[in-house]
Each structure stands twice: as structure tokens, then as C-alpha cells.
């Protein structure tokens, strides 16, 4: 009979292969990740980096908007920045975080 010990550790490793998505080995031989952004096409990586850069200047300098001919012809696109963040975060991991909590917590 497999001890409660094995049968977690096999539970969690089916967990992870099934949730733990967002971040991917970027060749198997590095120790380095990869986590990818859905984008419709190199026009929206422009935007969401152009946008990332202006939120940037305008943090760094309050008074950035009012300077800059660039960023004052074109408001920076709030919304764009918060959907990238959102694709960001990593929602199938912190599922396999509360199937985990389930196991060791629900069964004390």
C-alpha cells in the first residue's frame, strides 16, 4: 500500500503538469523561463511597448506630459498596459495552489 507521502507527491506532480503553464523552459538546457503575452499581431507589441515606455517617463517625471511633444500628442493607453499585466498572471498556477492547500490543509 503507497503511504499518504507517495500519494501526495504523485497527486502533485499530475497537478503541476496540468496547471503550471504560464511559464515554460525556454530550451531544456538553461536554467532560464519563458512566459509568453498573446498578441494579435507586431502593430499591438509596438503599442503595448510604446504605452509601457510612455507610463514610464510620466512615472519618472510628473511633469514629463507636459514636456514631451510624443507623449503629449498621444495619452498614454492605460487600459493596453493593465490587459498585458492581466495576461501576465499566472491564473492556472494559482489554481494548482489551492488543489495543494486542499490536500495537506482539507486532510488535517
Do not use: W
Amino acid at each position: 500500500m503507497e503511504t499518504y507521502e507517495t500519494k501526495n507527491l504523485d497527486r502533485i506532480k499530475k497537478l503541476s503538469a496540468q496547471y503550471f503553464s504560464t511559464i515554460r523552459s525556454s530550451d531544456g538546457k538553461s536554467k532560464t523561463n519563458v512566459a509568453q503575452i498573446k498578441l494579435s499581431n507586431y502593430s499591438e507589441l509596438d503599442c503595448i511597448i510604446t504605452e509601457t515606455l510612455k507610463l514610464c517617463i510620466v512615472a519618472l517625471n510628473e511633469n514629463a506630459h507636459k514636456t514631451s511633444d510624443t507623449i503629449k500628442t498621444s495619452p498614454i493607453n492605460v487600459a493596453l498596459i493593465l490587459e498585458m499585466v492581466l495576461e501576465l498572471i499566472p491564473t492556472n498556477e494559482f489554481d494548482v495552489l489551492d488543489e495543494i492547500n486542499q490536500m495537506f490543509v482539507g486532510n488535517n
